[in-house]
């Protein structure tokens, strides 16, 4: 499919939980083989995995995560390379860290958030996507075994997250705030960073 389309050939990257050079690999990747891995699912829709997948990387949300995460991952890259090294000085360390905190600090304004909005639009644009829900497509339909009883809680349904304001809010800076609060503030200790699997 990528040959079909004209990319570059490359390959995916599987995801790891322990190194964040990784995490930026896997989402770098996917972004770059976003229209051959659409097209491929399109023809694939004979299955309900790639049916899902298909509709998840499709939602405006998901596209903006993406470069959302690419842009945040991309800036504690350097940093986390450096705590890989085998001589870690503390000092620079600590200096390092304090320079990426208050990097990824500026990095929380509206400006920031409505720029992630806009690259995910285009990708969505040029990937002929639309970025509203198809209608009910954000509800579940209630088995008929359900209807004599009340249900307090959904099982799975999320609301559908589109406008700038709503993934601002509920998004980009509660996963911001908790980069920079957990990852860095609390998991870099004496030289070593932690996996970031808690912003997955």
Known sequence: MQKALGLEKSELVQLSKTRWACQLKSVTAVIANLPALLKSLTELTSTTTAIGLLSK???LSNVYMLVMFKALLSTTEGLHKYLQKEDVDLAQATWYKDAVLETLRSMRTEEMAEKFYNQAKEILEANHLSETPAPGGSQKRKQKRLDD??????????AYVST????RNHIFYPCL???VKIQFESQVRA???LAPDVLY
């Open 164 to 167: 700038l304001d709503k993934i």
């Open 177 to 179: 705030d908790r980069m």
């Open 149 to 158: 009883y009340v249900v307090e809680s959904t099982t799975g349904t999320r």
């Open 57 to 59: 990387l499709s939602r």
């Open 191 to 193: 030289g070593q960073a």
